[in-house]
């Protein structure tokens, strides 16, 4: 069974920066070449896409996150990270790592595009 486990959460005032990063364990990057992404869900609200990067490291992100957050993944450690710079109280959060399980696919927000999900770390952000 894949399993999706996320660290590096926390609580932070705005402005300021925060990384959280995701392992996938029984899920090999090499040999699937799947797309990886990061979700999140405030209270109250839906689940939205806010990064997303494909094996080849292309990447796309969410309009309100674009040139705040920046997504990497190192293939060879089965590893995805989201670096949060510029934190705004409406980032808070519960921040999900997500894995596609089709190979080649472009990165995607689209929460369909995901089979596996792990538990979630929180992002606070308030002063």
């Known amino acids: 069974q894949v399993q999706l486990m996320e660290a590096g959460g926390g609580s932070v005032q705005p402005g300021g920066s925060l990384h959280i990063s995701c392992v996938a364990h029984r899920l090999t990057f090499n040999e699937t070449k799947n797309t990886m992404g990061w979700f999140r869900q405030a209270p109250g609200k839906e689940r939205e896409g806010v990064a997303s990067?494909?094996?080849?490291?292309?990447?796309t992100y969410a309009d309100d996150v674009k040139g705040r957050f920046a997504i990497s993944r190192d293939n060879a450690k089965n590893t995805v990270s989201l670096r949060m710079d510029s934190l705004k109280p409406e980032d808070t959060a519960v921040y999900y790592c997500?894995?596609?399980?089709?190979?080649?696919?472009?990165?995607?927000?689209?929460?369909?595009?995901?089979?596996?999900w792990g538990q979630g770390t929180q992002v606070t952000v308030s002063s």
């Open positions: 990067i494909d094996h080849s490291g292309h990447s």
């Open positions: 997500a894995a596609s399980i089709v190979a080649g696919r472009s990165p995607s927000l689209l929460r369909n595009r995901y089979t596996y």
